[in-house]
C-alpha cells in the first residue's frame, strides 16, 4: 500500500471516530440518562420525571434543528456559539435534577471543541466542567443539602484544569492532523500532475523516436547521396571526359591508350568507391595512408587526367584525425577539384592543408575563369549546384565553415574549416 493511501485510511478512521462522537454517541448517552430516569421510580427512587423527560425532549429537538434541518450552520461560528450555549443550559439543567446525566454533560468537551473557535473552547470546556461537577457531587440538592459548595467549586477548578490540558493537546493533534490532510491534497494533485507529466513524456518519447528515426534515415541517404556525388558521379563524369578525349585521337595509338587506361583506372577506382559508400567506410586513400598523402595523391591522379597543375601544400602540425574530419576534408578536395575541371577553365590550382590548434582548414584556389557566388543557380540555390552543397552539409555536419570567394574572372577560392578531433576522441 502506498504512503498516499495509508493516509488516507487513517484519516478515513478518524472521521468514522468523529461521526460516533459528534452523531451517535450523544444520543447514545441520553438515551441511557432517560432509561435510568424512567427505571428509578420502580425502585422508589423520587424523580421528577415530566421535567428530566421535557429537558430530554428539549435538547433532541435543539439538536435536530441544528444538525438535520440547518447543517449548514455548521459554518457560522455566532449559530454554533448560540447552539452550545443552549446545550449546555438544558444540560445543566438536567444534571441539576438528576445527576446520573453527567453521563450526557461529557458530550460538552469535543462539541466544544467541535463547533467553537479560539478561545471560547477553553470557555465551553470550562462550562462542561463546572456541570459534570455537579454530577460527581450528587446533584444540585446534594451540594445544597450537604453545603459543598467549596467542594464544588474546588473540584470544578481541578476538572477545568486537567480538560483544559487534554484539549489543547487535542488542538494540537488536530492541526496536525489537518496539515497532513493539506498535504495528502497536495500529495493527490502533485501524483495528478505527475501522472500527467508522464503521459505528456511518453507521447514526446515516442515522437522524437519518430523523428530521431527519419532524422537518421534522412541523414542515412544524404551520406549515400553526397558520396554518390563525389564518387561515382565524379568518375562517371571522369570516364565519359576520357573516352571523348580517346574519340578524338582515334588515330594516335600512344595518345588513345593514355586515355583508355585513364578510363579503366577511374572505372575501378569508381567501383571500389561505391562498395566502400554501401559499407560505410572510409575512402580508399584514407584507409592506406595520412590525411595529406591522401589529398596529394588525388590532387596528382587529377593533375595528371586534366593536364592541370595541381600543388598540395601542408602547414602546422599534421597529425591524425578523427575519420569524419578526414573524410569531410578529403570529400571537399575531391568536390573541389572536381568543380574546377568542369567550370573554371584554370591553368594552376593550389591546395593548402593547414593544422592549427583548433581547427583543420582546406584551402582551394584556382586562377580560371571565376563566377558569382551570390548569383542563383539553375537549381534556385544561391550556395551553388549539389556538390558545393553537399559539401557544406559535410562541413556543417561537423560545426564546421564553408567559406567561398570568388569573381569572374578573379578566379575562386575555397575554404573549408572543420573542428581538430584527434583520432580516438569521441564527437
Known sequence: MSIEAELRAEFDRWERVETAVFKVLPYILLAVGVLI??????????????????????????????????????????LMGLYYTGLMALTASLVAIAPW?????????PQAFHYLKGRWRYAGVAATSVI??????????????????VAWAALSVVITVLAGAFSHIAEQSDQRNLKQKQALVELHEANARLEAALEENAGLHAQLLVQAREAGVLDERQRIARDIHDTLAQG???ILTQLQAAEQTLG??????RHLTNAMDLARESLTEARRTVHAVQPEPLAEGRLQDAIGEVARRWSEVN?????????????PMHADVEVTLL??????????????????????????EDLVTLDVRDDGVGFEPTAKRANGSA???????????????????????????????????VPAITAGAER
Open 331 to 356: 570529400r571537399a578536395a575531391q568536390e573541389a577539384l572536381a568543380n574546377v575541371a568542369k567550370h573554371a577553365k584554370a591553368g594552376r590550382v593550389g591546395l593548402t592543408l593547414s593544422y592549427m
Open 383 to 417: 550556395h551553388g549546384g549539389f556538390g558545393l552543397a553537399g559539401m557544406r552539409q559535410r562541413v556543417q555536419r561537423l560545426a564546421g565553415r564553408l567559406d567561398i570567394e570568388s569573381e569572374p574572372g578573379g578566379g575562386t577560392a575555397i575554404s573549408a574549416s
Open 252 to 257: 594516335e595509338p600512344p595518345v588513345l591508350r
Open 101 to 109: 446525566y453527567g453521563l450526557f454533560a461529557f458530550i460538552g468537551y
Open 132 to 149: 459534570s461537577a455537579v454530577a460527581y457531587l450528587g446533584g444540585l440538592r446534594g451540594i445544597q443539602d450537604e453545603d459543598m459548595w
Open 236 to 238: 562517371l563524369a571522369g
Open 307 to 319: 593536364h592541370v597543375d595541381a600543388v598540395l601544400t601542408t602547414t602546422g602540425d599534421p597529425r
Open 37 to 78: 430516569s424512567v427505571l428509578l421510580p420502580i425502585w422508589r427512587v423520587p424523580v421528577q420525571l415530566p421535567t428530566v423527560l421535557a429537558l430530554s425532549a428539549g435538547i433532541l429537538a435543539w439538536s435536530f434543528w441544528f444538525h438535520t434541518l440547518h447543517p449548514e450552520w455548521h459554518r457560522n461560528g455566532p
